[in-house]
Nanobody
Framework: QVQLVESGGGLVQPGGSLRLSCAASGFTFSSYAMTWYRQAPGKERELVAYITDFGGRKTYADSVKGRFTISRDNAKNTVYLQMNTLKREDTAVYYC???????WGKGTLVTVSS
């Protein structure tokens, strides 16, 4: 049974940091590129970050470039999203996804507010 479980969301003040984790099981994690998406209230889901199967290449949405870092640990079947200098507009539910698959987590809510 495929599972992707996100964690690490919460309430943070503008300028703060959070690290999201996504623990994978039920499939060969190291065979997939992984992505983080987010969906803000009233908006469409957008791609935030992408990492290849062994982490050799990473790409980011322009809106988070220089502030967010995606990484992965294939030994732990986990992908991470380090989010720094958070802004109010980063408020969203964050989802991880195995690229080009229907494997999605249920999401973790990040709220950036003072």
């Amino acid at each position: 049974q495929v599972q992707l479980v996100e964690s690490g969301g919460g309430l943070v003040q503008p300028g703060g940091s959070l690290r999201l984790s996504c623990a994978a099981s039920g499939f060969t994690f190291s065979s997939y590129a992984m992505t983080w998406y987010r969906q803000a209230p009233g908006k469409e889901r957008e791609l935030v970050a992408y990492i290849t199967d062994f982490g050799g290449r990473k790409t980011y949405a322009d809106s988070v470039k220089g502030r967010f870092t995606i990484s992965r640990d294939n030994a732990k079947n986990t992908v991470y999203l380090q989010m720094n200098t958070l802004k109010r507009e980063d408020t969203a539910v964050y989802y991880c996804n195995a690229a080009q698959s229907n494997y999605w987590g249920k999401g973790t809510l990040v709220t950036v507010s003072s």
